[in-house]
Structures are given as structure tokens and as C-alpha cells.
């Protein structure tokens, strides 16, 4: 997902792609190019034009509901409505309201959010309530115009301690900063 959203390339190792094949399967309708590894994907920038899709989460072999978050910052990219449903955790979308605030176009009713792509992105003070919401951020921040600060940067570490180097391995340009206000504490600055 961060490829998409850049259009850059990644390879990630030391995974079983099968446990991925629902996700794969939705990165390739929305037009990025891979290849699968016996433990390793290669995700290669897209050739052609994302393209907006419907994402509907479910239990293990579905789409996971861990990735809806991370999904909704690639489908800003596309032109076009594209809309994700999670029937599993409907009050997951706590993210929307942040995305919402650097600009992003997502109408939620129900269990469903209602995206509008192709929207440009302003840097903004965001704020991470999970792991999900804070991945989801660290890539919206990638596609933003300014800077991008994240608080909430301990639930982010809770999921992966090694965030920050592991986006800046992929050319993000990503670092932990202390905050003179004592509410905020860390925040990432997303560049």
C-alpha cells in the first residue's frame, strides 16, 4: 500500500503470501503490479492508473479487517468513488475523521465509508488512536503537500516498535520528534 501511494517499488521478506492472497487479490484490481516469492512479495509501481474499487472486510480467507485502515489512505489516490464496508468491526473508522482533516473527501454511513479519490492532501496535526489508524496516517502523510505530525505515536510502536526505520527504508522521509507540550509528548513528522 505505501508503494501505491508513493509509486514507488517495495519488497517485503520473511512473509507467507498466501496469508495474503484476499489483499493481493484487491492490490491487483486496483492496479498495482507484483510478484509473489515463496516468502516474499515485490510490488512494483503501478504501469497505469489506480483505479477506485469496493472493499468489503471478513474472517480469514477475506479481505482482514486489521488492513481497512491502510487500505483507505491507498484509495485516496484513484479518481473515483471507491467504498469499504467492514461488517466485522463497523466502528473501526476512527481514522476517517483525521484523513478528513488533511483534506481527504470520505463520507461514513453505517458500517461503510464512501471515498472520494483523487483529492490533494494537506499536511496537518493528526492524531493516531491505534496501530491501524496510525499506518493509515504515515501513509496519507506521504502523499501530503507540508508536513504531516502524528501524536498518538505509542500506539503505532505498540504494533512495531521499528516504524520509523522501516518507512524510512523505503524512502519516506519519517522521524520521531519531542514535543514541548506536555498533552502531545512524541509526534512523527511525516515529510
Known amino acids: 500500500m505505501a508503494a ?38 515485490s510490488v512494483q509501481k503501478a504501469s497505469g492508473r489506480l483505479k477506485a474499487t469496493r472493499v468489503k472486510t471478513g474472517m ?13 489512505s491507498l484509495l485516496l489516490v484513484p479518481e473515483g468513488k471507491s467504498i469499504i464496508t467492514d461488517p466485522i468491526y463497523p466502528n473501526r473508522f476512527n481514522h476517517i475523521p483525521e484523513l478528513k482533516r488533511m483534506g481527504a473527501s470520505i463520507e461514513v454511513k453505517g458500517n461503510s465509508a464512501y471515498i472520494l479519490g483523487n483529492q490533494t492532501l494537506k499536511g496537518n496535526w493528526v492524531h493516531a488512536t491505534d496501530v491501524r489508524a496510525g499506518t493509515c496516517l504515515i501513509l496519507a502523510g506521504l502523499m501530503t503537500e507540508g508536513i504531516t505530525r502524528i501524536t498518538g505515536v505509542e500506539h503505532i510502536e505498540r504494533g512495531c516498535s521499528s516504524i520509523t526505520e522501516l518507512f524510512r527504508g523505503i524512502g519516506a522521509n519519517l522521524k520521531e520528534c519531542q514535543t514541548s507540550e506536555p498533552e502531545v509528548g512524541v509526534n512523527l513528522d511525516v515529510c
Open 4 to 41: 501505491g501511494v508513493t509509486g514507488g517499488s517495495v519488497t517485503i521478506e520473511n512473509i507467507i503470501p498466501e496469508h495474503l492472497t484476499s489483499c493481493l487479490e484487491k492490490l491487483k484490481e486496483v492496479g498495482m503490479e507484483f510478484s509473489v516469492g515463496e516468502k516474499s512479495v
Open 60 to 72: 480469514y480467507p477475506l479481505f482482514a479487517t486489521d488492513l481497512q485502515q491502510p487500505i483507505t
